[in-house]
């Protein structure tokens, strides 16, 4: 029977091999493949940290099943939620006996596991030469979407960072710089943030609270572009005639047709498929020509930019609940 369900040619007659398996199809009968893959001491599982929170890791992780499918390979997922840490999301991929960790998330200079397992970091800098490192350019991706504002006739524009990280530090930096090329540098204004959709909500309070709004705002994802457009329509403030918003990704749901936001794109696809080239070819032992791999960015204009209407915002509308 094994070697029938494993396919051995010339060790069973045609008859004796639909016998088997049309025995196997009644009893509900599946192969065992990790046990045969731990006979050889091997897994064929790459680990994947993310945060279960963050939609564009989703849209990564779909192209991640897509990529390892493809070489033969399968995903052990291990999600970060505010109850379970980077420690035990990555105790999961040992137990597992996973061969090589993608890291999503959590944002660190100095990667989980690193030197003792492949590690490829999907999103953020990292100067560990064991690491590999798939990222988009979050400078220019930032000077995008600042000039297309500009473009607009925007001044006031305000950033919503992502708290502490790299990433965030990148895209603080990239919002900075493009500020100041456009002679804009007095009007800098960034505004503590995070991951979130709440995050996003606090942020908007904020700035409702301020007296004022500014024309425009870029946040740090779309996941915070979204609570802040929920507060502000709550509030009774009208995007994009009364505030633009810029996200930053292109995931599923800035794409919705009630969302509809402009964002800073990434190529999960692309960003995918190199993770999973550069985690089996360390596991094969092959040298990558370059260790940091840096994407370009696009632009993508929807519904939440226009032309500021050049008057100060007052806050004469319900605050938002």
Do not use: K
Not at 28 to 52: E, F, H, I, K, T
Not at 184 to 201: D, K, M, S, Y
Request: with cysteine; hydrophobic share 45%; aromatic share 4%.
């Amino acid at each position: 029977m094994s070697l029938v369900i494993r396919g051995v040619a010339g060790q069973a007659s045609a008859q004796t091999r639909e016998r088997v398996l049309q025995a196997a199809a009644e009893l509900g009968y599946r192969p065992d493949a990790q046990a045969r893959l731990l006979a050889r001491n091997r897994s064929q599982l790459l680990g994947v940290v993310y945060n279960v929170r963050h939609a564009f890791h989703a849209e990564l992780v779909d192209r991640l099943y897509a990529a390892a499918e493809d070489a033969e390979y399968e995903l052990v997922l291990s999600g970060l939620t505010p109850c379970r840490d980077d420690r035990r999301a990555v105790e999961t991929i040992l137990d597992f006996r996973c061969e090589a960790l993608i890291l999503l998330g959590p944002e660190t200079p100095a990667p989980s596991l690193a030197g003792r397992l492949p590690v490829v970091v999907v999103g953020w800098r990292v100067r560990d030469s064991s690491v590999d490192v798939i990222r988009t350019s979050d400078d220019q991706g930032l000077r995008q979407a600042i000039d297309h504002l500009v473009g607009l006739g925007h001044r006031e524009i305000v950033h919503v960072d992502g708290g502490d990280g790299p990433v965030s530090a990148a895209r603080r930096r990239g919002y900075r710089t493009a500020m100041r090329r456009h002679g804009l540098g007095e009007l800098v204004r960034i505004i503590p943030g995070g991951h979130t959709e709440e995050a996003g909500a606090t942020a908007a309070r904020l700035l409702l609270d301020g007296g004022s709004l500014p024309s425009a705002v870029v946040t740090f994802n779309d996941d915070t572009a979204l609570g802040m457009l929920d507060s502000f329509i709550r509030a009774g403030v009208v995007v994009p005639d009364d505030v633009s918003i810029v996200g930053y990704d292109d995931s599923w749901v800035s794409r919705l047709s009630c969302i509809n936001l402009t964002t800073v794109g990434q190529d999960a696809d692309r960003m995918a498929a190199l993770a999973v080239e550069r985690a089996i070819a360390r596991l094969n032992g092959q040298a990558a020509p370059e260790r940091e791999i840096v994407l370009s960015p696009y632009l993508v204009v929807r519904g939440t930019t226009a032309a500021p209407a050049h008057r100060a915002v007052p806050l004469r509308r319900a605050r938002a609940r």
